[in-house]
């Protein structure tokens, strides 16, 4: 029988420490012999009388050990000297051994992964200070991001996005609010069916919205990518987006791709068109509150969140979906007809970011001019946040009605409190509210907000007028909150449901442009409430 | 610019930290899920958390602050492993080593002026004068050291190592221990026997510096004699090795080690020309003593652990010692600059008639076994101990674990048999120790704060987290130049 012998140095163990390696190592490779033994005097002759002195084993001092291997077959003894090495160092505790089991729960990142099954994502979602150290870490060993945190200084977004680009991954946020991985929802994500349409969005209830339109259309999403909203500012360029954009263009499950984002920066702006319009796919691009832009080749432009998931479903092959412009119209007629003169003003209460710009963006090219705590331009920003002038649409994700309290998408309390406030003013004409289902927001909305609309109906009954509430539910039959009951639970109090953003905002502004042109056409003129 | 093709390529698996709602898509959808129990690091400023994420290692990116540091630590990790400290002979007087060391007095922990020194410190002061006969009364020792008649040096710098006060004064004899790989020498003063009464815990009475005599005039040549006898000296490693299986943990509880210590010297002190009465004083003191391997423990962690210190850019811990007011740590890439912060009191039992009000904060050179692996890294070695500074054999397993997530490495050298012999626990990394926010163990035995009190109880302590953050901080400023 062949041997093979090697010294390990200057490691004292006991002879059954030894006989243990020994024994576990014969029964892990089905290595014929292995013989392990401190390199003093009289082992030595113990290994000469068997057979098994070699000269490699003669300068072992006795701090030494010696290592024999008896096998035939050479990756036989190869194996067994790399398994008896092993062993001597000593086996960290497996995944799931009662010794793991004992072990307190990771703390840190690095932890994490050494017990994670091949972690190659970290959802992060500590407070913006920490947040981008966490990210860094993450990043330095191979995971990609979620950065769901906000408020990171600036100079660490570029610096781990610089690195991110470096090692090709990706940093989705800050300010990440959801996104779809591979199937695995992440963050505030709604249920939809995987299908052949990519998205990339600097806004979260933006790609929340679109991929509901379009699971609802019968299509459904390949990827979601989330590139939070600082990622088209020029400080940061892009880099997201554009990485984003070039992982679906490689993605075989993506045929189109859509982009949903505030307008961004004008040479970020230029990079994506272009990137976009080499990609090889079709894309659509909606700039929610930009320039209106011309379609271009492959490159499609909308301008709101609705005509975006019908025209990638389009682009699909699919049948393009019908509007629903006359059911609106009819909407719209019917809640002027219940109006007093004196209601004239669109209250836009809004939990998501992006469905307060696009109100904004739709009564702007009405020429209806709306003033915002996240106005399209400085000059409409409301004085005090707590007062709304006007028209008015409001985010209250925004930061100042968050600070030290949960997302309103999770808490509606705000809202609440905000919606019955807003029903005691008697120039109110119509409240838009959305509600966003999903993973993340709370979980029975209508069950919180369906009274309070009572309420705040009741309330603007006893002062003699009526009070429109224009809903739409930002969702899907699979969300965990079940789509169709949320819906039937606020009609029955007494809202009107839209069946998307777009639709809503466009519903409040023919109210507020009919309300106005009644208003000339019969020479009234109040007096009273807030100016055009 | 690279596309990123690993984030769609590889099955989402996904780690999660911070809000726990944001894991419901995560779980349904049955992706594999692992979620922190996310901390602040360190001291919980932001500033740490952004330097420490800048030192972190990358295995795409081996030019990185963090790659670097990496692959210094296991440079260092493999010095650890690899060392040999042999007790090779006994130093007559500190000042044959150091020939020019003058009225220098070395102590524990890093440095401090006598103004700020605790109780037993000023007390181990003063005893140590007068052993020296550099002054006839305490009052005129204490006049000396105000005159600046005397001159302060941590052990630590000298490559030495002191229990508690960790007294050297010139004519004290020291233990020799080399480390046969990298051939340096470490050197520790011998445990005195007297228990309360001695210079360790800051007593000066005469009986006190009697007993230093005796150490010095038939301790030392004794020993001396019998590591002579030694062929080649006596390794350290396979006796503190065995004693772990014995159930020390060779800082706190020594009694196995003593007893193998007291095994090899009987048999050469036999042999020598040493008398039968000095051979049988000399045995009968260590004998008294459980401790008193301790020295040697010591000595040879720190003849470790200084083969592992001067490696450039490695964020090892090399020294964890403690003065009685502040706790000082020393990191191989960083020179010899010490991170300081406010020692605690250790958290034990206390012997009948004390409490924690009498007690000093942590003080000596000890902790160095916890430095190089061994104490409370190694505690699940020895559960009867745990009992002694307060805890259950849990408690021991538990410690043993817990540093695990602060080292680098293991030392297959030094394993533990109710953790199905894995090796203990080495090479404290600063990085992790802010990362993890898990302060290192010390096993440690609590001083009574006035001098000469002696020993009140025993427990544990922590080293304070403001070392690990400052020496983070150093680090990341070599990333900076």
């Given amino acids: 029988m062949a041997i093979q012998s090697s010294i390990k140095a200057n490691l004292y163990k006991d002879s059954v420490s030894l006989m243990r390696i020994s024994q576990v190592t014969v029964a892990r490779t089905g290595v014929q012999r292995v013989t392990l033994l401190m390199g003093t005097r009289s082992n030595k002759e113990f290994l000469q009388q068997a057979g098994l002195m070699s000269p490699a084993l003669e300068g072992a001092k006795p701090g030494d050990i010696m290592i024999v291997v008896a096998d035939d077959a050479p990756e036989k003894r190869a194996a067994a000297e790399q398994e008896i090495h092993s062993l001597i160092v000593g086996e960290e505790p497996k995944g799931g051994s009662a010794e793991a089991a004992a072990d307190a729960p990771p703390r840190s990142i690095s932890r994490g992964v050494a017990i994670a099954d091949h972690a190659d994502l970290a959802m992060i979602s500590v407070p913006g200070p920490y947040a981008a150290a966490e990210a860094l870490k993450a990043l330095r060993r191979g995971l990609n991001v979620l950065l769901f945190s906000d408020n990171v200084p600036i100079e660490q977004e570029q610096a781990i996005k610089r690195v991110a680009a470096q090692k090709g991954l990706l940093v989705m946020g800050p300010d990440c609010g959801t996104a779809i991985i591979n199937g ?230 705000v809202r609440i409190e905000r919606l019955l406030k807003e029903a005691d003013d008697p120039t109110v004409a119509c409240i838009v509210l959305d509600v966003v289902l999903g993973y993340g927001s709370h979980p029975n909305p209508a069950e919180i907000l369906a009274p309070a609309i009572r309420r705040a109906k009741a309330a603007a009954r006893a002062q003699g007028r009526e009070l429109p509430v224009i809903c739409f539910v930002c969702g899907t039959d699979a969300d965990p909150q079940a789509y169709e009951t949320q819906k039937a639970m606020l009609a029955d109090a007494g809202a009107e449901i839209v069946g998307s953003s777009t639709g809503a905002a466009r519903a409040a502004q023919a109210i507020a442009s009919r309300m106005e042109a009644d208003d000339n056409a019969t020479g009234r003129r109040v007096m009273q409430g807030g100016e055009r | 610019m690279n596309a990123a093709p690993s984030a769609l390529q590889n099955k989402t698996s996904v780690i999660s930290l911070g809000a726990s709602d944001l894991d419901r898509g995560v779980e349904s959808s049955g992706a594999p899920l692992v979620r922190l129990q996310w901390q602040p690091v360190g001291d919980g400023s932001p500033e740490v958390a952004w330097s420490l994420a800048q030192l972190v290692g990358d295995t795409t990116d081996a030019d990185c602050l963090g790659s670097r540091i990496d692959r210094a630590n296991a440079q260092v990790l493999e010095r650890i492993l690899t060392a040999q400290p042999v007790w090779v002979d006994i130093a007559a007087h500190a000042s044959e080593v150091w020939p020019d060391m003058g009225r220098t007095l070395l102590h524990a922990g890093p440095p401090i002026a006598w103004n700020d020194m605790c109780g037993p410190m000023k007390g181990g002061v003063v005893g140590a004068i007068l052993y020296e006969n550099w002054a006839p009364s305490p009052r005129d020792a204490e006049q000396l050291v105000a005159s600046g008649g005397i001159r302060f040096a941590p052990c630590h710098e000298f490559g030495a190592v002191g229990p508690m006060t960790g007294i050297i004064s010139p004519s004290m004899p020291l233990f020799v221990v080399q480390n046969k790989t990298s051939g340096n020498r470490a050197y520790a003063p011998m445990m005195e026997s007297g228990g309360a009464k001695t210079l360790r815990f800051g007593a000066f009475a005469p009986e006190v510096i009697e007993g230093l005599k005796l150490i010095e005039t038939v301790l030392a040549p004794c020993l001396k004699a019998a590591v002579a006898g030694i062929d080649g000296g006596l390794p350290l490693k396979p006796l503190m090795s065995q004693s772990l299986h014995m159930g020390d943990d060779v800082h706190n509880r020594n009694t196995a080690a ?69 706790v000082g740590i020393r990191v191989s890439g960083l020179n010899g600059q010490w991170f300081v912060g406010p020692a605690d009191i250790p958290v034990g039992l206390f012997l009948p008639g004390f409490s924690e009000a009498d007690a000093n904060p942590d003080i000596g050179d000890s902790a160095i076994t916890e430095t190089a692996g061994l104490g409370a890294f190694a505690m699940a070695a020895a559960p009867a101990m745990v009992q002694f500074v307060g805890g259950t054999p849990q408690d021991a397993l538990r410690y043993s674990r817990e540093m695990a997530h602060v080292t680098i490495g293991r030392n297959p050298g030094f394993t533990l048999p109710m953790l199905d012999f894995i090796g203990a626990p080495v090479g404290i990394d600063v990085r992790k120790v802010v990362d993890e926010s898990k302060r290192p163990v010390i096993n440690t035995a609590t001083a009574h704060k006035e001098p000469g009190m002696g020993i009140i109880g025993a427990g544990v302590v922590q080293a304070p987290m403001k070392c690990f953050v400052d020496a983070v901080g150093a680090l990341a400023t070599i990333g900076a130049r």
Avoid at chain 1, 207 to 229: D, K
Avoid at chain 1, 240 to 251: H, V
Avoid at chain 1, 336 to 351: H, V
Avoid at chain 1, 363 to 387: F, Q, Y
């Fill in chain 2, 258 to 326: 003593t007893l193998l210590l007291y095994r090899a010297v009987t048999e050469s002190l036999l042999k020598s020309s040493i008398s039968r009465d000095l051979a049988h004083e000399t045995l009968r003191t260590i004998g008294a003593d459980d401790m008193f391997f301790l020295s040697l423990s010591m000595a040879a962690c720190k003849a470790t652990m200084d083969a592992a210190h001067g490696v450039p850019f490695s964020s090892i811990v090399t020294a964890m010692a403690r003065n009685g007011v502040n």
């Fill in chain 1, 184 to 413: 695995v929802p992440l963050g505030f994500a709604n249920v939809v069916r995987r299908g052949a349409i990519g998205l990339v969005g600097a806004s979260g209830t933006g790609l929340q919205e679109v991929m509901c339109q379009i699971h609802r259309h019968g299509q459904g999403i390949s990827q979601a990518i989330g590139t939070g909203s600082h990622d088209v500012s020029s400080e940061v360029g892009g880099i997201t987006m554009l990485q984003g954009l070039e992982l679906l263009a490689a993605d075989a499950q993506t045929k189109v791709v859509a982009i949903v984002s505030k307008p961004p920066a004008r040479d970020v702006q230029k990079r994506v068109i272009e990137r976009a319009g080499a990609i090889g796919k079709p894309v659509v691009i909606c700039f929610l509150g930009g320039e209106p832009a011309a379609s271009a080749g492959n490159v499609h432009r909308t301008s709101s969140l609705e005509e975006t998931a019908r025209q990638a479903v389009a682009l699909t092959g699919a049948r393009q979906p019908g509007g629903d412009e006359q059911s609106i119209e009819a909407l719209a007629t019917r809640i002027c007809a219940s109006l007093a003169p004196t209601q004239r003003y669109l209250r836009g209460l809004y939990s998501g970011g992006t469905f307060c710009s696009e109100a904004q963006t739709i009564w702007r090219a009405a020429g209806i001019r709306t003033r915002s705590n996240a106005p399209l331009a400085e000059a409409d920003r409301l004085a005090d946040v707590e007062a709304s002038q006007g028209h008015t649409a409001i985010d209250l994700g925004s930061d100042e009605f968050t600070v030290g309290r949960p997302h309103p998408m999770i808490d509606y309390g």
